[in-house]
């Protein structure tokens, strides 16, 4: 395939990372590659050989770099080679834009979509010291952000933050931004501690859950918090994956849910199997929330956000079970009471493991387990689903 024109150019469409060259002019190529939300972004790329190596030069971003602009620019390359001159040398002594922080975090985003914690990148770094010349960034710039989540008792996100700060440098460092960045070598351990990850608030004992059961019920707030709450115990997902769920991702006649890879905390596709009771309750909220957003449970603030967290967990407060429970505490609640009814189910650990999205990460042994028990887990849900209204005294 080469492209003839800014036509040909603008309706590109490819199903994963391609070149494709310029039909006029000499070494001028265009990666194009296919981001998470379904949009094509095309950068224009000198690829040229000198002395049997071969070398790649970006010349920029489609459509900010016209197509024209970007053929004009090429032949310029082309006229070093002929005159026995390296474009790539001859550009880096004259080159005198500055790489950002916010450069190099944008095009590891588009080239990474796997990865789920950049929300937090942009929060906590990307919007303090995104304009940042990715060349003089140094420890002192990241040592305030680390210092200020450890004192606020952000562990977790701390060392989260810095892998992806790490991920953009070594990415900077192949794509040759920078030659070495000292940051890569922080020691968190040594600067901060270890870390003992608290135990969430859960309830784990039957009648005090009956009894959170009945007061969701009875919840007279926000009818998204409403049936988030309701719909939770069911499903014990993690709570991104509750509040993020989008209509698209529910299959209504095949009673499943499918999570995309880059919204699972383990970067695999999951698969859940609904019960009659999730159907019901997703049917009812549907009227109040599909044609106005594309998420089931959206803010009240903004159809386009989802609700967040800490509403969930005030709403759980506003019951008076602040004390013994967190919204992520649904998780425990059912792996405990799952692991006590072993005997009524029969269902075995790896299937109430596999319902947490506890799956074996090793690529190899999880080759010879594509199925992922499917067809147990179904039944172990819809028996727990069972559990609970039996609970709330509905059967």
Not at 295 to 314: A, C, G, M, W
Not at 322 to 329: A, D, Q
Not at 348 to 376: F, G, P
Request: aromatic share 10%; hydrophobic share 35%.
């Amino acid at each position: 395939m080469n492209i003839i024109n800014d036509r040909q150019l603008k309706n590109l469409v490819v199903s994963k990372k391609t070149f494709v060259k310029d039909a006029s002019t000499k070494n001028l190529y265009i990666e194009a590659r296919v981001r998470s939300n379904g949009e094509i972004d095309k950068n224009f790329y000198f690829r040229y050989k000198q002395n049997k190596k071969a070398y790649s030069i970006k010349i920029g971003k489609y459509p900010q770099i016209s197509l024209a602009d970007a053929r004009e620019k090429a032949n310029q390359f082309n006229s070093m080679l002929i005159l026995g001159e390296d474009p790539k040398a001859s550009l880096a002594k004259t080159q005198t834009e500055i790489i950002t922080l916010q450069n190099v975090f944008d095009e590891w985003c588009a080239n990474n979509t796997s990865y789920n914690s950049s929300h937090r990148l942009k929060l906590h770094v990307i919007s303090k010291i995104g304009n940042k010349d990715i060349k003089t960034l140094s420890k002192e710039d990241i040592f305030p952000i680390l210092d200020r989540l450890k004192a606020e008792n952000k562990f977790e996100t701390l060392i989260r933050i810095f892998r992806g700060i790490k991920k953009i440098l070594l990415y900077a460092m192949n794509r040759e931004y920078i030659e070495y960045n000292n940051i890569i070598n922080i020691d968190i351990k040594t600067l901060y501690g270890s870390y003992k990850k608290q135990n969430l608030r859960a309830i784990t004992d039957e009648e005090r859950f009956k009894e959170l059961l009945l007061a969701i019920e009875n919840y007279n707030g926000n009818i998204f918090t409403k049936v988030a709450l309701q719909i939770s115990p069911y499903l014990f997902l993690r709570s991104a994956n509750i509040r993020n769920l989008e209509w698209n991702e529910i299959d209504f006649k095949n009673s499943k849910i499918t999570i995309p890879a880059n919204k699972m905390k383990g970067g695999e596709e999951f698969v859940v199997p609904l019960s009659n009771s999730v159907i019901k309750l997703l049917e009812f909220i549907k009227p109040f929330s599909f044609h106005h957003s594309k998420y089931v449970f959206p803010s009240d603030i903004s159809k386009s956000k989802t609700i967040s967290e800490n509403t969930l967990n005030q709403a759980i407060k506003r019951l008076g079970f602040g004390e013994e429970m967190v919204f992520h505490g649904f998780r425990t609640t059912a792996s405990t009471l799952l692991y006590e009814f072993k005997n009524l189910h029969g269902q075995d650990s790896e299937v109430i493991e596999l319902c947490l999205d506890h799956r074996e990460r090793n690529k190899v042994k999880a080759a010879y387990n594509r199925s992922l028990r499917l067809s147990d887990r179904r039944f172990l849900m819809e028996w727990w689903a069972e559990y609970i209204n039996k609970l709330k005294g509905e059967i």
